[in-house]
């Protein structure tokens, strides 16, 4: 059977948009490589983990005050699938945050901060930074601009760009393959790599498995394109965001070299066949 026009198109919207941002997912993933072939100190690790586990808590907070409008609206606005996909998500987010707080708590012996964490998320509905991260602040304000300049077509992109591919937990899943030293005789980096592996699966049915809905949300070329800028320049600052989280391992000329796509390779990873629920929650 020959494919039809329709379809066609539709693959040729998916794989530009799926391109669009993958060399910064392939930096993230370098980040996370960089940062763990280098020595660290346990207030490293503790840095980026309280970071993320932020991030993770933020996320939470954020999902659950918007579940109460969904509910009001389901079989109307909200169908009943997008529903508990919203609910999944809800679980999926605070199992990622457990699964950080308790390397945390492994590594000082103390329950983290909740509050502490909040603060630093950046990822409450008001979605506003901190004056000690400047680029996970730009990153904030981009996705706003973004949201400002471009309304639903930015909605619908951005969709595509949670967890920026899942790249840093899918190099932290492989923690144990890199030339790492340890603080801990292995013990901290056997936790991470695990909790790693599971936030991956998660965070592949975030972002990337709603590629094919975004795709057929594009009306027009100049939809394509549009969208494409939206994946990209968040990528972009996304990066940034990264490497903030990781104490700046990457220098900024190394950043520079993977906006132009120097010295960079996409990662083997399958963004076209996801599973709609991960491994881990089914």
Request: aromatic share 6%.
């Amino acid at each position: 059977m020959t494919q039809s026009k329709t379809d066609a198109k539709l693959d040729e919207r998916i794989a530009v948009l799926e391109s669009a941002p993958l060399r910064w997912w392939a930096g993230e993933a370098e980040v996370v490589r960089v940062y763990f072939s280098n020595p660290r100190t346990r207030e490293d690790d503790l840095h980026w983990l309280k970071l993320q586990a932020a991030r993770e808590l933020g996320t939470v907070e954020r999902l659950i005050e918007a579940l109460p409008a969904d509910l009001t609206r389901i079989e109307t606005v909200v169908g009943r699938d997008s529903f508990e996909a919203s609910t999944r998500s809800v679980y999926e987010e605070a199992r990622h945050y457990r699964l950080l707080a308790d390397i945390m708590e492994q590594i000082t012996g103390e329950r983290p901060d909740p509050k502490e964490l909040l603060a630093l998320s950046g990822c409450q509905s008001e979605r506003r930074g901190h004056p000690d991260l400047p680029a996970m602040t730009a990153e904030i304000q981009v996705t706003h601009r973004l949201l400002e300049t471009h309304g639903e077509l930015a909605e619908v992109a951005l969709g595509f760009s949670e967890g920026a591919g899942a790249a840093i937990f899918y190099i932290g899943n492989k923690l144990l393959e890199l030339p790492y030293t340890s603080y801990s005789n292995g013990a901290v980096e056997k936790a991470i790599a695990e909790a790693m592996g599971v936030i991956f699966h998660d965070e592949m049915r975030h972002g990337p498995v709603h590629i094919p809905q975004i795709a057929q949300a594009i009306r027009n070329d100049e939809d394509l394109e549009t969208a494409r800028h939206i994946i990209t320049e968040k990528a972009v600052a996304h990066l940034r965001l990264r490497n903030e989280t990781f104490g700046n391992p990457l220098t900024e000329a190394r950043m520079a070299e993977i906006d132009a796509g120097i010295g960079v390779e996409p990662l083997p990873v399958d963004y076209r066949n996801i599973t709609p629920v991960s491994p881990y929650s089914a």
